[in-house]
């Protein structure tokens, strides 16, 4: 059953932006860190970003760093922003919450609950 749904997710040209959106559909995740990781064809899922409960704290991949922020809106609310995206960035993009709150892991089993994905392509 699907518990953490994301949005926001669509074909943008190299250079530009994207806002993805993650909102819990049983109960808030206010209490839980959270992440996004990405899958691109024939890789992978690897981690992108993740905040602490109340996003005091955040980690990025190197990859994404000084281009993606995460950000806890509310308490069911989770966005990635997205600037200055590259060809490399396409991947289908998950949302993620794990049972804790602190700390914001990199790693797929430090969360337990997930979206089913949300595609984000970039065109050169």
């Known amino acids: 059953q699907v518990q953490l749904v994301e949005s926001g997710g669509g074909l943008v040209q190299a250079g530009g932006s994207l806002r993805l959106s993650c909102t819990d559909s049983?109960?808030?995740?206010?209490?839980?860190?959270v992440a996004w990781f990405r899958q691109a064809p024939g890789k992978e899922r690897e981690f992108v970003a993740a905040?602490?409960?109340?996003?005091?704290?955040t980690n990025y991949a190197d990859s994404v760093k000084g281009r993606f922020t995460i950000s806890r809106s509310s308490a069911s609310l989770v966005t990635l922003q997205m600037n200055s995206l590259k060809p490399e960035d396409t991947a289908v993009y998950y949302c993620?919450?794990?049972?804790?709150?602190?700390?914001?892991?990199?790693?797929?089993?430090?969360?337990?609950?997930w979206g089913q994905g949300t595609q984000v392509t970039v065109s050169s």
């Open positions: 905040a602490s409960w109340n996003g005091g704290i």
């Open positions: 049983r109960r808030t995740f206010s209490n839980n860190a």
């Open positions: 993620a919450a794990s049972r804790l709150a602190v700390p914001p892991g990199t790693a797929r089993s430090d969360y337990n609950r």
